[in-house]
């Protein structure tokens, strides 16, 4: 099973943002920051949930994932595969169709303070310009 750790940031409510994911495979990890546009800090969390199994579709195909975040609101819709939220519709869609590529995605919230990799990883994200692994 593949850990990942997805977290997003924004300066301003809405404004600049960005996604820190932090991925745990056996004992690797892997560090992204993914820079977005202005939005606000719930869109950056859904984002974050976004680029994460994007990346896993290229790296872990057919894995089982478990993903952890901090965003109440992304776990929420993910569990209910609902949400109220005109802007989140089309993000949860998405997410849904890349859930496709793996057999099974668990959504798991945790407090901030066990998110913090991810968490330094998306204010990193705002100053960056492109999606960078970190070594």
Avoid at 7 to 19: L, T, V
Avoid at 64 to 84: C, F, P, Q
């Amino acid at each position: 099973m593949i850990e990942i750790y997805t977290d997003g940031a924004s300066r301003g409510n809405p404004g600049k943002s960005g996604a820190g994911i932090y991925i745990k495979d056996k004992d690797k990890t892997m560090k992204y920051v993914a820079p977005l546009s202005e939005m606000t800090n719930h869109e950056a969390e859904f984002h974050a949930v976004i680029t994460a199994l994007n990346i896993c579709k290229c790296k872990f195909a057919h894995n089982i994932l478990s993903i952890r975040t901090d965003a109440k609101v992304v776990v929420d819709a993910m569990e209910k595969n609902y949400t109220g939220n005109e802007n989140f519709k089309p993000l949860l869609q998405e997410i849904n169709e890349l859930k496709k590529h793996f057999p099974f995605v668990f959504i798991k919230w945790i407090p901030n303070k066990e998110n913090i990799h991810a968490d330094e990883l998306a204010k990193l994200a705002i100053e960056s310009q492109d999606l960078q692994k970190i070594e």
